[in-house]
Structure formats: C-alpha cells, structure tokens
C-alpha cells in the first residue's frame, strides 16, 4: 500500500496494520490476515479481496430507529459541503491504507452532495471522483464497485425504477449514468444494483406486474449505457427480502434468478449476495451463496452478519462456522473474478471512537483470512466431497447417470423401479456429518 498522503484523522494508528500471528495480543495487528501468504495458489489479498463501504464507515453516524446521530467524526468538516466531501475522502483513504484493504465501495450520494439540479449534482460527484482517481493512485486503493443511492432523497418514496411516476425513473437514470461513469473513470471491477425501494407496501394501490417490468427496462437501459461506455467490469443485482419496502422484488438469490431469466438478462447481470440479507430472507448466507454459485451467478459478496433483532443490523463477520460455508463456495466456484469480500458492516451505535472502526474491520478481515485457511483444508482433505460423491453414487452410472443426460422416459424409470423392489433406507448421517465438520472448524488449522 502506498504512502498516507493525508493529514491524520486517524492519529491513534499511526502505522499501517500489520499480521503478527495467532500469538500476538496487539488488537490492532492481524492474528490471520496475512495479505502475501499463498493458500491454494493464490495469496490471502487476492482470494479475499476485501472491500471497505464508505457509507457504514466514513458516513456512518451511528443512529438507529429510536435515535439520531451519536459520532463525532473528524472530518465531518468544512466550509462547503463540498469541502466536508473532499476531507472526508482524504480521511476514507487514510483508513483504507492503515487497514491496507486493496478496495473500497461507495453510493453517489456518500462521496458527494446532492445539488440542486441533476446538472449540479453531477458537477459535485465529477469534483469528487477526480479528487478519488488522485488518492487510488497515490495509494493503490481501488474501487472493488460503485453504486447509486436511489432510496434516499424523498422522491424515491414510492421507489426509483418501480415509481408510477416516470420522472422520478429520469431522475434515478441520471444518477445510474453518472455513477456508472464515475465507476469506469475510477476502474471499478463492477456495479451494483441494491433495488433501494424498488418493492411495494401493499397491492391496495400497486401494480406488481408492471413495476416489474418498469425495474426490468431500467435495468435494460444501464446495461446498454454501460456497454456503450466500453465498461468490463461486473453489473451485480443484490438481493434483500424486506427493508425499506414490506415486500422487495429482489427478496433473495433465487427470486434474482427467476426474474433475470424472465426477463433474459441472465447474461449481463451476476449477484451480490450479503449475509444479512440471506438471513432476513429465512435463508442461511450458505444457502444465497450456493443458490447463486449452482446458477454460475456468484459475482460479489457483502460481508457481514445480522443479530436477533429482525433488521439489518450490519455487524462485522466474525462467526467462523458461517464464513467459512461462503469461503468454501467461493473456493470451490474457482474463486472471485471481479469480485471480492465488502464489508457492509458498520460499527454498533455505542462503539463511539474511529478506532473502533478498525477493531470491526480486523476482526472481520481475521474471521475471512481464518476461514479461508480451514475450508482450505476442507477441500484439501477432500474427505467432505468424497462423503458427496458416494452418498451420490447411484447416479455416476448406469440409470442414474441415463436420468441426468435425460435419456430415460418415465415409463422406464418405472419398470426399472418394478424390478428392483423397495430402496434400502440409508442415513444421511447429518448429526456426523456435522461433528466432522467441526473437527476442522475447531482444530483451527493454521500455522
Ligand atoms: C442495504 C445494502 C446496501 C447495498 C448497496 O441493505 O446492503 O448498502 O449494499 O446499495
Ligand atoms: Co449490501
């Protein structure tokens, strides 16, 4: 990582965190996260690709339903609010060179003020993202996705793409066209789409069908606008069940699927998929993971975890036997292209002190970094695929394997089934299955 180019906001670490090993009791150096050590041909940086959000962490200010903003941060300073944006990215920076994450995440609207026109608007986020494209450079930072906050501003009340009101759509377009270009001028490896308040809070007064397909033109427009700018990267759509809308188009990984394949935009889109969301979708992370990972959809993870409270918590990752079920999908999907571990996950509205933003991240980068190395050695055991493959076996070869190439007719299967009588009632041994699996989770495996 670069040199700290700015004034310290962070004077309270004052070198970049380094690994010190499972040995050391220094909470602000890495027990696992050792950024060059290769596991599985490919060092820890480049498998986990870490992200930081800039809006849970520069903008964060700790306030909750029952409550407003309780920080006081130290770049929240300046003149203009344009002034206020400049240092609060010099102080983003900072931080993402002392954590020494390679990547960073961001909404239009976390970086730059809103204007008082589209037109001004846009003069504010192009001010701004010079002002990022300076300090990647300086630092070596880059930007893992960009996004825009369709959610926010009041006339996204009735939704962005989904509003009955096709101005409110021109409005969200004209953030999506210059987000998307501040990406490609950032080179940002992908794109996210959070669908914000594209849902409804009752059919009494909503035209479901339609809002769908008004969220499927949209989509429609900001893929061909992309295109048409040369941009490589990753378009993700994010799935979450619920929060700010009672229901969400995009309620989890399989419901994205269904409505990519509807409406044939299963070749331009991939998935972002977030622990919490998974949870609040019923779901495990595992289970969003896989769904997305078996359809070949797996683009980006956001990285954290939810707690007993029903919303979205966003709380760092830090529970091993979750993290290491999305690293093992991950592993075994070939690992991310554009991809990587954001953490959209902020600090608890107590925890008032920027340190505490770093002891959230650690914590979160070790929880990965430890992860990796076990499912590691999950894959490398090769115990837990082996189990798969014989509790599987029956269709490797003959009528099974004719089912899969569907090469059998019901017909057959049944005389087939005629001929061999009742199948042996065979355990699927889980209560083993999972004390296996605990083995390594416990072991710890590491050195
Ligand atoms: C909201 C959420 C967003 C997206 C980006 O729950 O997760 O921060 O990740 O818009
Ligand atoms: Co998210």
């Given at each position: 990582m670069?040199?700290?180019?700015?004034?310290?906001y962070?004077?309270?670490v004052?070198?970049?965190?380094?690994y010190?090993?499972?040995g050391s009791d220094?909470?602000l150096?890495?027990?696992?996260?050792?950024?060059?050590?290769?596991v599985?041909?490919?060092?820890?940086?480049?498998?986990?690709?870490f992200?930081v959000a800039?809006?849970?962490?520069?903008?964060?200010?700790?306030?909750d339903?029952?409550?407003?903003?309780?920080?006081?941060?130290?770049?929240?300073q300046?003149?203009?609010?344009?002034?206020v944006?400049?240092?609060?990215?010099?102080?983003?920076?900072?931080?993402?060179?002392?954590l020494?994450?390679p990547h960073w995440?961001f909404?239009?609207?976390?970086?730059?003020?809103?204007g008082s026109?589209?037109?001004?608007?846009?003069?504010?986020?192009?001010e701004?993202?010079?002002?990022?494209d300076?300090l990647?450079?300086?630092?070596g930072?880059?930007?893992?996705?960009?996004?825009?906050?369709?959610?926010?501003h009041?006339?996204?009340?009735h939704?962005?793409?989904?509003?009955?009101?096709?101005l409110?759509?021109?409005?969200?377009?004209?953030?999506?066209?210059?987000?998307?270009?501040?990406t490609?001028?950032?080179?940002?490896?992908?794109y996210?789409?959070?669908?914000?308040?594209?849902?409804?809070?009752s059919l009494?007064?909503?035209?479901?069908?339609?809002?769908?397909?008004?969220?499927?033109?949209?989509?429609?427009?900001?893929?061909?606008?992309?295109?048409?700018?040369?941009?490589?990267?990753?378009?993700y759509?994010?799935?979450?069940?619920g929060?700010?809308?009672?229901?969400?188009?995009?309620?989890?990984?399989?419901?994205?699927?269904s409505?990519?394949r509807?409406?044939d935009?299963?070749?331009d889109?991939?998935?972002?998929?977030?622990?919490?969301?998974?949870t609040?979708a019923?779901?495990t992370?595992?289970?969003?993971?896989?769904?997305?990972?078996s359809?070949?959809?797996l683009?980006?993870?956001?990285a954290?975890?939810?707690?007993?409270?029903g919303?979205d918590?966003?709380?760092?990752?830090?529970?091993?036997?979750d993290?290491?079920?999305?690293?093992?999908?991950v592993?075994?999907?070939?690992?991310?292209?554009?991809?990587?571990?954001?953490?959209?996950?902020?600090?608890?509205?107590?925890s008032?002190d920027?340190?505490?933003?770093?002891?959230?991240?650690i914590?979160?980068m070790?929880?990965l970094?430890?992860?990796?190395?076990?499912?590691?050695?999950i894959?490398?055991?090769?115990?837990?695929d082996l189990?798969?493959?014989?509790?599987?076996?029956?269709?490797?070869?003959?009528?099974g394997?004719?089912?899969?190439?569907?090469d059998?007719?019901?017909?057959?299967?049944?005389?087939?089934?005629?001929?061999?009588g009742?199948?042996?009632?065979i355990?699927?041994?889980?209560?083993?299955?999972?004390?296996l699996f605990?083995?390594?989770?416990?072991?710890?495996?590491?050195?």
């Amino acid at each position: 990582m670069g040199a700290i180019i700015t004034k310290p906001y962070f004077p309270e670490v004052s070198n970049c965190i380094k690994y010190e090993g499972q040995g050391s009791d220094n909470p602000l150096a890495f027990k696992y996260y050792d950024a060059d050590r290769v596991v599985a041909g490919k060092t820890m940086k480049q498998h986990l690709k870490f992200a930081v959000a800039f809006w849970h962490t520069m903008k964060g200010t700790g306030s909750d339903p029952f409550g407003g903003g309780v920080y006081d941060r130290p770049w929240n300073q300046g003149a203009t609010t344009l002034d206020v944006a400049r240092h609060t990215l010099d102080a983003a920076f900072e931080f993402f060179g002392k954590l020494t994450v390679p990547h960073w995440c961001f909404h239009d609207r976390d970086i730059a003020p809103e204007g008082s026109s589209i037109a001004e608007s846009a003069r504010y986020l192009q001010e701004i993202v010079n002002h990022a494209d300076v300090l990647q450079k300086a630092t070596g930072c880059t930007l893992l996705w960009g996004t825009a906050n369709l959610f926010s501003h009041p006339r996204y009340t009735h939704g962005a793409a989904t509003n009955p009101d096709p101005l409110v759509m021109g409005h969200a377009a004209a953030q999506v066209r210059q987000a998307i270009d501040a990406t490609i001028q950032l080179n940002g490896q992908g794109y996210t789409f959070w669908g914000g308040r594209e849902g409804y809070t009752s059919l009494i007064n909503t035209n479901m069908k339609q809002e769908r397909e008004q969220l499927a033109a949209f989509l429609c427009m900001a893929r061909d606008y992309a295109h048409s700018q040369g941009f490589k990267g990753a378009l993700y759509i994010e799935p979450k069940p619920g929060e700010p809308m009672t229901h969400q188009y995009d309620y989890d990984a399989a419901t994205v699927l269904s409505f990519l394949r509807e409406f044939d935009l299963m070749d331009d889109f991939r998935l972002n998929i977030e622990a919490n969301h998974s949870t609040l979708a019923g779901h495990t992370f595992a289970h969003d993971l896989m769904v997305a990972a078996s359809a070949g959809m797996l683009g980006s993870v956001d990285a954290n975890a939810g707690a007993i409270l029903g919303w979205d918590t966003d709380e760092y990752p830090t529970n091993l036997y979750d993290n290491v079920w999305a690293v093992l999908v991950v592993l075994k999907m070939g690992g991310f292209t554009t991809g990587g571990f954001n953490f959209d996950a902020k600090v608890r509205r107590g925890s008032f002190d920027t340190i505490d933003l770093f002891y959230g991240h650690i914590s979160g980068m070790d929880t990965l970094a430890h992860s990796l190395l076990i499912a590691d050695k999950i894959i490398q055991d090769g115990e837990m695929d082996l189990y798969l493959e014989a509790r599987y076996a029956g269709y490797k070869e003959g009528i099974g394997a004719k089912i899969l190439k569907g090469d059998v007719t019901l017909v057959e299967l049944e005389d087939w089934a005629a001929s061999q009588g009742e199948p042996e009632k065979i355990s699927a041994r889980q209560e083993l299955r999972e004390s296996l699996f605990n083995r390594y989770i416990y072991s710890g495996v590491v050195k």
